[in-house]
């Protein structure tokens, strides 16, 4: 039976860098950082690029990860500024 990864995006670090939650049209950067609560690699180790809007590049994203970490519990991905 295939599990089905959970995927849960951090915004902290563009809300940090920006000083608000990313919204609107862009070239935006995912970075997987966590799965089942390890780190796998440092920040910026594994970068995915994605253009449109926020919505648009994280549904790329999340389906870029799914695939890429699959039958994983829990996979935290942060939003990069």
Not at 45 to 50: D, L, P, S
Request: proline residues 4%; positive net charge; charged residues 20%.
């Amino acid at each position: 039976m295939e599990m089905k990864t959970a995927i849960y995006f951090n915004t902290s670090y563009y809300l940090a860098s920006h000083g608000k939650e990313p919204k609107g049209r862009g070239f935006w950067a995912f970075d997987a950082a966590l799965i089942n609560g390890c780190f796998i690699l440092p920040y910026g180790e594994e970068i995915y690029w994605a253009n449109g809007t926020y919505s648009e590049a994280r549904a790329k994203a999340r389906k870029y990860f799914a695939e890429k970490y699959a039958n994983r519990q829990t996979l935290h991905v942060n939003v990069l500024p």
